[in-house]
Structures are given as C-alpha cells and as structure tokens.
Antibody
Framework: VQLVESGGGLVQPGGSLRLSCAVS????????MGWVRQAPGKGLEWVSA????????YYTESVKGRFTISRDNSKNTLYLQMNSLRAEDTAVYYCAKDRSAVSGKGFDYWGQGTLVIVSS | QSALTQPPSASGSPGQSVTISCTGT?????????VSWYQQHPGKAPKLMIY???KRPSGVPDRFSGFKFGNTASLTVSGLQAEDEADYYCSSYAGSNTWAVFGGGTKLTVL
C-alpha cells in the first residue's frame, strides 16, 4: 500500500491550493479516505473525509465552506481543494486510508505528508 | 467537537509497563467502539497501533494493548523498549458529522 501526497507549498493568505494523493496497493473505491493535518509542533487534527463511492463528504468545522474533498476512483487519487487559506491552516497535510468504506474506523495507512505554509 | 484529553507526557524504564489514558464523552469515546491509537516518531507519519478499542493490526507487537471503560480509553505498552519512545495519539469516531476526533497527544519517554 502506498499513498503519495503532492501539491503543498507556500501560499498567501486568501489564496488556494489543491492537494493530491495518489494511492496504490488496494482497491481504492472500497475504502473511505481522509485528510489529517498537523501544525508545526502541534498534534493531529482531522480535516476531512470522503466515503468510498465519493457520495458522502465530511469536514471539521473550521474548514467548512473553504475546503472541498473529492476523489477520482478511476485514477486512484484523492484531492483536497483548499480556498480562502488562513495562517492557521499552515500544517503538514496527511492523506490517510480508512479501514472502512463509510465510517471512521481508524486510518490504517498514511502518506508521508505535504507541507502547506500560508504566509505573506 | 472538542479534542480528546490525554496526558502530555508519560515515561517508564525499559521492561516496565506504561498506560496512557484518553478521555472523551458519551458522544465519542463512550458512544462508539471505534477508538484508535497512533504512534508517531519525529518527522514521520503516524502509524496505527490499535483500532476498534483493542485490536492490533498485523505487525504490531502484542506488547501494545487497548481498553475502554465508559468515556475513557487507554493504551498500555508492556515491556518498554527504546523504540517505543514516540508521541501517541488516541482518536475516536464521533458520529456522522465528525469522522474522527483526536487527542492532544502524549509524549512517551523511555528512561
């Protein structure tokens, strides 16, 4: 199983970024996926999740209306579109595979993370 | 959704056992059988150590065990080894609108 994130970088406040996570080694459409972030020196924070089919999406309160999670099961790729970025969104963003298709039963595989820095 | 409560630090000598607690509410830890524990070494991605309160993924040593009573879950590391020194995070499913809520993390030091 491999999860490889990309798309991080430096962006100004109010700007946008799209993160991608290319996966291999398992039947992508069978499992829910999520994004978890970690601000520098801080703990883990769940950001968003999407069901295996992509029909259901979930967000932590602080990113609702600004971030959009999506997936392309034909390309085995997970996305996180981040708009109206704020300084407090600065973090390493991890892509993670859930153990189930529809409920948060634990993330059993994680990518290496991609760093997002929001600063002017 | 508030974070789960973990002690900031824990420690033990090699060979000893240490237990890390994780306190939530009836809306998360106490309400669902989906408590997970993650180990994170500096600069590395988290690794799943326990899922569904007490189950171990393949490859995780049986020195790691999980338990839950009411709104509090716990992770016990027995026979401490130097490589167990890491940050540990608990997490719980918290209903259809909150996929996962994490604890603040516990830094485990092997003396």
């Amino acid at each position: 199983v491999q999860l490889v994130e990309s798309g991080g970088g430096l962006v100004q406040p109010g700007g946008s970024l799209r993160l991608s996570c290319a996966v291999s080694g398992f039947t992508f459409s069978t499992f829910a996926m999520g994004w978890v972030r970690q601000a520098p020196g801080k703990g883990l924070e769940w950001v968003s999740a999407i069901s295996g089919t992509g029909s259901s999406t979930y967000y932590t309160e602080s990113v609702k209306g600004r971030f959009t999670i999506s997936r392309d099961n034909s390309k085995n790729t997970l996305y996180l579109q981040m708009n109206s970025l704020r300084a407090e969104d600065t973090a390493v963003y991890y892509c993670a595979k859930d153990r189930s298709a529809v409920s948060g039963k634990g993330f059993d595989y994680w990518g290496q993370g991609t760093l997002v820095i929001v600063s002017s | 959704q508030s974070a789960l409560t973990q002690p900031p630090s824990a420690s033990g000598s090699p060979g000893q056992s240490v237990t890390i607690s994780c306190t939530g509410t009836s809306s998360d830890v106490g309400g669902y059988p989906y408590v997970s524990w993650y180990q994170q070494h500096p600069g590395k991605a988290p690794k799943l150590m326990i899922y569904e309160v007490s189950k171990r993924p393949s490859g995780v040593p049986d020195r790691f065990s999980g338990f839950k009573f009411g709104n509090t879950a716990s992770l016990t590391v027995s026979g401490l080894q130097a490589e167990d020194e890491a940050d540990y995070y608990c997490s719980s499913y918290a209903g259809s609108n909150t996929w996962a809520v994490f604890g603040g993390g516990t830094k485990l030091t092997v003396l």
